[in-house]
């Protein structure tokens, strides 16, 4: 299995950025894909963004397509999101996560993710 922490959410103004990191251990981490998800409160926790174990697939919920970037690097066990052009609406506690399948059957449903990240806590004022 894999273990899974979340750093550097904070509070920024609506039109900055900030840049987000889970670090892996565990398992090796090119073993997994990797995701990202968020939960605003009262809110059913939702899909952002995915990557597939190599780096080379992305796919992007569209809420933040065009804003957010997700990527990793393999030799540090890390993934990061970088989020541009944040908005208030983008306030959640942001999870990574990790999924043993094969990524074409990878879904963006938080059920089918097989480990999970304590959370980090992004805060956009307006």
């Known amino acids: 299995q894999v273990q899974l922490v979340e750093s550097g959410g904070g509070l920024v103004q609506a039109g900055g950025s900030l840049r987000v990191s889970c670090a892996a251990s565990?398992?090796?981490?090119?073993?997994?894909?990797m995701g990202w998800f968020r939960q605003a409160p009262g809110k059913e926790r939702e899909f952002v963004a995915r990557i597939d174990q190599s780096g080379s697939t992305r796919n992007y919920a569209d809420s933040v397509k065009g804003r957010f970037i997700i990527s990793r690097d393999n030799d540090k066990n890390a993934l990061y999101l970088q989020m541009n052009s944040l908005k208030p609406e983008d306030t959640a506690v942001y999870y990574c996560?990790?999924?043993?399948?094969?990524?074409?059957?990878?879904?963006?449903?938080?059920?089918?993710?097989?480990?999970w990240g304590q959370g980090t806590q992004v805060t956009v004022s307006s």
């Open positions: 996560a990790a999924s043993g399948r094969t990524y074409r059957f990878t879904t963006d449903s938080p059920s089918d993710w097989d480990y």
């Open positions: 565990g398992r090796p981490f090119s073993y997994y894909g």
